[in-house]
């Protein structure tokens, strides 16, 4: 089987970014974007899609972290697609209903050559929440707009629909758990198209 890997380099005049994935990985990572909360956020994605996942991203976070988390997610969707290659065998769909507590999210992935993305259920003032420590913050409203800047260049539709949640770390936490989940199912080979037993549906 042809490796399902991708390695693309995006070059802006807010940022520089790196991007490796192997779809057939084991979850394994290594992030760096500067942002500290989207990094959280794209370990959790390649843990829960089983992704092997490097992400090196220099950008104008003096300013604040919508060009970084922008292109880095740009440059993502691209890897994705490029890994995908002509897409023969996969199952194509997935879906996964993810919960964190009192957050709930269903999210699906028609990986279909369309790129669209619907993105609702966030409770109001969710997209002005500042999250993150001491470093840059990552502001609510950037969730959306990563889901979107991933499906748009990953060509794939997405659906993300919070069910529940109060918690502002949560709610964004589970919308990446969920995606992740979907994902990997829907890239995962369907063995009655290649007659390859596939472990990425597996727990």
Do not use: W
């Amino acid at each position: 089987m042809t490796a399902r890997t991708a390695r693309v380099e995006r070059q802006t005049s807010e940022s520089k970014v790196l991007v490796e994935v192997d779809l057939d990985g084991t979850g394994r990572h290594d992030i760096s974007t500067g942002v500290g909360f989207y990094d959280h956020m794209l370990t959790a994605l390649a843990r829960h899609a089983l992704l092997d996942l490097t992400v090196q991203t220099e950008g104008d976070v003096h300013i604040d972290a919508h060009h970084t988390t922008e292109d880095t997610a740009i440059a993502l969707g691209q890897a994705l697609r490029e890994a995908l290659g002509d897409k023969s065998g996969i199952r194509r769909f997935g879906d996964a209903t993810v919960p964190l507590d009192e957050a709930l999210v269903h999210a699906v992935v028609d990986v279909s050559g369309r790129p669209y993305c619907v993105h609702t259920g966030e409770p109001e003032g969710q997209q002005y929440v500042q999250l993150g420590g001491s470093g840059v913050s990552y502001l609510g409203s950037l969730t959306q707009h990563v889901f979107e800047s991933i499906a748009f260049h990953g060509h794939f539709a997405l659906h993300v629909r919070v069910l529940a949640g109060r918690e502002p770390h949560h709610i964004v936490e589970t919308q990446f758990k969920a995606f992740a989940r979907a994902l990997r199912d829907a890239i995962a080979l369907d063995p009655r198209e290649t007659g390859i037993p596939s472990t990425k549906g597996a727990l």
